[in-house]
């Protein structure tokens, strides 16, 4: 089954849709417009059932086909919230909100999923119910967990759920996907190093917390090149050194560092939030110092499920003629919870040679709409075939 026809008919109004999102981003959960557009849209396409407010100012549909007897339930997940940069496109459609722009394409995975919701309306071609989930939050304010804790996958009994993501430099309409451990579990940390200030001419006098800090940026780097098995991957990154005092003279008491911690699996998460915990308190006391962590774990690993994993890629196949094996990404993704709470499988989907993700330069590809659109439909209609 190649791209439906009746996407390519559609494919005008979606990305209308599309560009209206674009042009009016919202952040986390603070989304009433986006929310409201969402709902609007479901409710003239005739879907069963449309609820907001799940996960806060998430919405689900509901799309029943023209039989039960299966009484199987798919759930299809696209994420709609924005990021906080200021848009650099120069695009006819660019962000109205400055600074606040669709860097990520969550608007044309939402547009997406809002096609495939009108077809299914229409045509109904399945045996079972169809669970439509449009998530707020997903960059950085676990708006999956929202939702899931809400009580979202009990209250439909969905029973496997599926997503697609947008890849810039993978060629248009491309999907690409892999089983087990795919996007990595995203943590963060702060370490306070205080030591003794003083002159800076005067070295002796004081316990130099710059110093101190310095030592354990480089020991920390020893995490992965020698605690962490090297076939495995793990990241290690401080991102910010600050120090209490920005004068030529003067060797600060406080130096604050903060960074992210990326892994694949538990057992390694576990492992380098303890060694680095460890490796920050010992290095500071052996220079006279201490130091203080906080240690926040975000994001688990993105897993799919390996038999879900399998009616993705044949989708995929019968969408475009092939879907390939994607890379470990150590990105975070919300996903992760749905996965948790319920078996599916994420994939990606070519968005051709644009900026990178999170870029104020990127823009979704309206030319992967039907594609995208297509895929959604049918995991409804192959993982539920009509009587």
Known sequence: MPIKNRFADLHEEITGWRRHLHENPELLFDTPKTSAFITEKL???????????????????VIKGKSDTSGKVIGLRADFD???????????????????????????????????????????????????IFQPAEEGGAGGKEMVDDGMMDRWNVQEVYAIHNWPGAPVGFFATRSGPFLAATDQFDIRVVGKGGHGAMPQNTVDATVVASHIVVALQSIVSRNVDPVEQAVVSVT?????SKAYNVIPTLVSLKGTVRTLTDE???????????????????FGAKAEVSYMRGYPAMVNHDTETGHAIDVAEKVTGSCGEAPLVMGGEDFAYMLEARPGAFVVLGNGDSAMLHHPEYNFNDEII?????WFAEMVESRMPAK
């Open 82 to 132: 924005a990021l906080p940069i200021f848009e650099a496109t120069g695009l006819d459609y660019a962000s109205k909100t400055e600074g606040k722009m669709h860097a990520c394409g969550h608007d044309g995975h939402t547009a997406m999923l809002l096609g495939a919701a009108k077809y299914l309306s229409e045509t109904r071609n399945f045996d079972g119910t169809a669970v439509l």
């Open 268 to 286: 390694n998460r576990d492992l380098v939030e303890t060694r680095l915990k460890q490796i920050a308190t010992s290095t500071a006391e052996a």
């Open 370 to 374: 039907p594609t995208g659109c297509s």
């Open 43 to 61: 409710k003239e396409f005739g879907c069963d059932e449309v609820v907001g407010g799940i996960g806060r100012t998430g919405v689900v549909a």
């Open 240 to 244: 910010s050194f600050e120090t209490e």
